[in-house]
């Protein structure tokens, strides 16, 4: 098992509880914007899940064997889940941002260990989803009346499991 094949099954538990946390901000934002955000949630659970599905299937083309349980998502992921509460909409983006802010931390890191190992394939993907994540904190945070403040530190912990 490579670095490469860790971080992008550490990616593929991630992405998997992010969109779950994320149907969750669906269901639970209450409040003025509520028509606007809510489908947009939507969209961006569709966002994760393809990406999620390119990685996975990036991982089984480099020989590797993608968590495919929600047992396996759980114990793997970094990404706290919290117990469903109606909160407004401000908040329920903030837990977006926050979430879309690890993934761009924890891609960033999967660019650099995919080109360590040479793999410009790989390095490719984490930088068009992080690319992608990116824009959509900026705009996030626009809502939101903050600028984006993305996050460059390395997820430290993102091969802890592996
Ligand atoms: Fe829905």
Known sequence: MTNTTKILNQAVADLYTA???LHQVHWYMRGT???EWHPKVDRYMDGLAEILDELSE???T????????LTEFLQHSNIEEVPGEFKSVEASLKRVID???YLVGLFEEGME??????DNVTNSLFED???NLE??????SAELGLAPQLQREKTTTALKEA
């Not at 260990?113 to 040479?118: L, Q, R, T």
């Open 129 to 131: 989803a992080k690319g």
């Open 19 to 21: 969109r779950i946390a």
């Open 113 to 118: 260990i995919a080109d360590e190992e040479g």
């Open 33 to 35: 914007g509520f028509m």
């Open 62 to 69: 480099i020989g590797g064997k993608p968590y495919s349980t």
């Open 135 to 140: 824009k959509d904190i900026w705009m996030l």
């Open 99 to 101: 979430i879309f802010n």
């Open 58 to 60: 990036r991982l089984i």
